[in-house]
Each structure stands twice: as structure tokens, then as C-alpha cells.
């Protein structure tokens, strides 16, 4: 990986890349086989293939990032509940720019986050501590993944995320206890 403020950002924190089929929670592995089920055989589905009933399981933790003239700006068109608990503020039509000019060093690693999957076409899990700006008592850790969207299989014009944020990490926990998470998560939906 060339250096980044995202490889820049795996190599100083606790934070590493992990393959789709390695993802934990249930949240963020029902998204990433439903992406995988609307791909077919292209490399990465559209926008306009992705349906409130598909991510229905999953629809809190998801964001749609629309992509603006190649990646000169990206704009957050879709942000689930858990999402914006987590943010703490309503994101849906904050651009990136917007952020940068607010949170440069933050604003410089979500720009590096997108690039890598636009630029790749290819999807991107990060799991591990949360960026210092964004943690607190319920939410130090997270697992995250981006995937790319669009009409054509030569250009990413949307990405789609699905991210989950804890107080403790998770990927080592069995399958039983993760269930029991998920079951839980979803009560509390």
C-alpha cells in the first residue's frame, strides 16, 4: 500500500485491514453477501440496484456516499440511525470538503478511506479503535466496510458503508456470543 493518511493512519493505530470474508458482525456480514449477492458478474453492483427490503436487516448501519466529479467531493446522501447516534449529528448533504475545512486531520483520512475504494473498485473492511475525534465511553472500537457502486463497471459514482461501533472489540468473539450481540442489537433497534 503506498503511504496515505490511511496507511499512514493502520501503522499508528490500533486499526488493520481484514478480507470481506473475515468481517464479524452479523450487521456488517449481512451487508457486504448482500453487495456481493447484487454484483452478479460485474465487479460491484449500482446504486440503483441496492432496495430498502434487501438492507432491511441492516439499514441502521448503513451510509450511501455519492461521489462528485471523479472524487473532487463526495457527499453523504444516506445515513442510518446508528450512524448518526454515532457521529452525533445529522450527516445526510454534509460533503467532504465540508468536513475537511471543519476537522482537517479527520476530514484528510475519510478522504484517503474513499479514495482507496474508488480508486481500487474493490471493497475495503478496517476494524479496530475508533478515531480519537469520534470515540467515547460506548463506542472505542468499530468494524467497518466500504464497497463501491455504479452504473459502470469502469466508474465508482456511490459507495455504500456498513459500520458498527462498540465499547470492546468483537472479531476474536465466538460465533454464539456474536449472535447473541446481534440478537441484542436488534431489540434495541
Given at each position: 500500500?503506498?503511504?496515505?493518511?490511511?496507511?499512514?493512519?493502520?501503522r499508528?493505530?490500533?486499526?488493520?485491514t481484514?478480507?470481506?470474508?473475515?468481517?464479524?458482525?452479523?450487521?456488517?456480514?449481512?451487508?457486504?453477501?448482500?453487495?456481493?449477492?447484487?454484483?452478479?458478474?460485474?465487479k460491484?453492483?449500482?446504486?440503483?440496484?441496492?432496495?430498502?427490503?434487501?438492507?432491511?436487516?441492516f439499514?441502521?448501519?448503513?451510509?450511501?456516499?455519492?461521489?462528485?466529479?471523479?472524487?473532487?467531493?463526495?457527499?453523504?446522501?444516506?445515513?442510518?440511525?446508528?450512524?448518526?447516534?454515532?457521529?452525533?449529528?445529522?450527516?445526510?448533504?454534509i460533503?467532504?470538503?465540508?468536513?475537511?475545512?471543519?476537522?482537517?486531520?479527520?476530514?484528510?483520512?475519510?478522504r484517503?478511506?474513499?479514495e482507496?475504494?474508488?480508486?481500487?473498485?474493490?471493497?475495503?473492511v478496517?476494524?479496530?479503535?475508533?478515531?480519537?475525534?469520534?470515540a467515547?465511553?460506548?463506542?472505542?472500537?468499530?468494524?467497518?466496510?466500504?464497497?463501491?457502486?455504479?452504473d459502470?463497471?469502469?466508474?465508482?459514482d456511490?459507495?455504500?458503508m456498513?459500520?458498527?461501533?462498540v465499547?470492546?472489540?468483537?472479531?476474536e468473539?465466538?460465533?454464539?456470543?456474536?449472535?447473541?450481540?446481534a440478537?441484542?442489537?436488534?431489540?434495541?433497534?
Amino acid at each position: 500500500m503506498p503511504d496515505t493518511p490511511l496507511s499512514h493512519y493502520l501503522r499508528t493505530n490500533d486499526v488493520a485491514t481484514c478480507a470481506v470474508e473475515d468481517v464479524s458482525d452479523p450487521y456488517v456480514k449481512a451487508g457486504a453477501a448482500y453487495w456481493r449477492s447484487l454484483c452478479g458478474q460485474r465487479k460491484f453492483p449500482a446504486r440503483g440496484d441496492l432496495t430498502l427490503r434487501g438492507m432491511a436487516a441492516f439499514i441502521h448501519h448503513v451510509i450511501i456516499i455519492r461521489v462528485d466529479d471523479g472524487g473532487a467531493d463526495y457527499e453523504y446522501r444516506y445515513v442510518g440511525e446508528a450512524q448518526r447516534q454515532a457521529y452525533g449529528m445529522p450527516l445526510k448533504g454534509i460533503r467532504l470538503t465540508q468536513v475537511e475545512v471543519a476537522t482537517p486531520q479527520l476530514g484528510v483520512l475519510i478522504r484517503s478511506v474513499f479514495e482507496q475504494v474508488r480508486s481500487s473498485q474493490m471493497p475495503l473492511v478496517l476494524r479496530g479503535r475508533i478515531y480519537g475525534e469520534l470515540a467515547n465511553d460506548k463506542r472505542r472500537f468499530h468494524e467497518t466496510i466500504w464497497m463501491p457502486l455504479g452504473d459502470s463497471e469502469t466508474c465508482v459514482d456511490h459507495l455504500l458503508m456498513i459500520g458498527v461501533q462498540v465499547p470492546k472489540p468483537f472479531w476474536e468473539a465466538t460465533p454464539d456470543r456474536l449472535r447473541i450481540l446481534a440478537d441484542h442489537g436488534r431489540a434495541s433497534a
